[in-house]
């Protein structure tokens, strides 16, 4: 029930309910356009897992999955298998998030069961792990290398984007991993409910309802006018006046891009 607040940003949270869960989440740039995906049908106590789609610059999908996985608890093969079948029913997908699987096909000294299964299902679909050859565990001196907070990309996505390990973990016993896709979003639309004026015409419309004030104070007095009423009869008497100070095709609400 913690409060998160970042500017700019749209929250998508999977909090812990109960004991032994671990949250994830994702912050979406508010500009873009997304619709969260329901991952209802994939659950199991091994992971938590959340998804959002995106639409592209040349109007195909992207889909981006957070994963946790439980380093404890097994994720049986199906429903490993079923996951991706769903994930590459969509143009591009990106997976990312600490899959606790070991494999050195992603440069993991050592490899375990559920990197076998990982391995086998990323093979069957062509994915690629994008992650270079380095350390994402902190650990002490030697230990094995361990490389389990993965990004995976279905095989188009995979041709323009770059995954690089920082080197400072910020506090952290994981150093981040940071993937960058070279390709464009459609932006959201944003309601457009401020009526801009120049300074000349702010001084104008001011006169205007200084002039008028007297008027309008007398007519929204009448015992037929409740508070409401009054408040509705002045706000559209100031709108209306600023209105006529500007051209026609922008008198109306509409919704405009935001750029990112």
Known sequence: DSIFNSSGHVQLREDITGAGDRGVAMLIQSSLRFDPIDLS???????????????????????????????????????????????STFNHALIVGDLNAHHPHW???????IG??????????????????????IQPPGRHKSVIDLAIA?????????????????GSDHYPVYSTIGGTLLNAKRFLYKIKL?????????RTLWRDFAGLRSASSGSCFSPIARYEHLNNHV???????LPENQRLPRTVKVKG
């Not at 994963?67 to 079948?85: E, S």
């Not at 440069?107 to 069961?113: E, V, Y």
């Not at 323009?160 to 910020?170: C, G, K, L, N, Q």
């Not at 709108?239 to 100070?245: F, H, L, N």
């Open 41 to 87: 049908a994939f659950f199991h106590p091994s992971w938590e897992i959340q998804g959002a789609t995106f639409t592209t610059g040349d109007s195909t999908t992207l889909a981006i999955f957070n994963i946790y996985k439980h380093c404890n608890l097994v994720t049986p093969a199906q429903v490993i298998r079923t996951f991706f079948n769903f994930s």
């Open 107 to 113: 440069h993991c000294d050592q490899t375990d069961a």
């Open 116 to 137: 076998r299964i990982l391995f086998d299902e990323l093979d069957r679909v062509d994915y690629v792990v994008l992650n270079e050859d380095a350390p994402i565990l």
């Open 154 to 170: 279905s095989p188009a996505l995979a041709l323009i984007t770059h995954s690089d390990t920082e080197m400072d973990p910020m």
């Open 198 to 206: 120049s300074e000349q015409q702010l001084a104008d419309l001011t």
């Open 239 to 245: 709108v209306e006046g600023a209105r006529e100070y």
